[in-house]
């Protein structure tokens, strides 16, 4: 059983910053991804900015230069710092972990219940 709880997010004014949190608890071996999407209404889900084990970062053009990921292997979390933030921003945010099941080293694809993130202009 892994679980991933999100905390943060909420209503800021554009321009502002909000921060997500993400922790996983369970039966992990590995994690080898961890990541952020979001999925604004009426819109498909998106990847928003992923970090790998050896903390490589990916994102999505639209928050280049205004998100950053990050992560803490040792206690299993990342958070995903928010600044400047847009409109076109505000959606539900969903933290994921992918990597390995502790004992089984059964593929781990996990996701968090996701948190709201509105950006007011």
């Known amino acids: 059983q892994v679980e991933l709880a999100e905390s943060g997010g909420g209503l800021a004014q554009a321009g502002r910053s909000l921060r997500l949190s993400c922790a996983i608890s369970?039966?992990?071996?590995?994690?080898?991804?961890m990541g952020w999407y979001r999925q604004a209404p009426g819109k498909q889900r998106e990847l928003v900015a992923t970090?790998?084990?050896?903390?490589?970062?990916t994102y999505v053009d639209s928050v280049k230069g205004r998100f950053t990921v990050s992560r803490d292997m040792e206690k299993n979390t990342d958070a995903l710092q928010m600044n400047s933030l847009k409109p076109e921003d505000t959606a539900v945010y969903y933290c994921?972990?992918?990597?390995?099941?502790?004992?089984?080293?059964?593929?781990?694809?996990?996701w968090g219940q996701g948190t709201q993130v509105t950006a007011s202009s």
């Open positions: 369970g039966n992990i071996f590995r994690i080898h991804t």
């Open positions: 994921n972990a992918q990597g390995r099941l502790l004992y089984t080293y059964e593929a781990l694809n996990a």
């Open positions: 970090v790998t084990s050896d903390f490589r970062t």
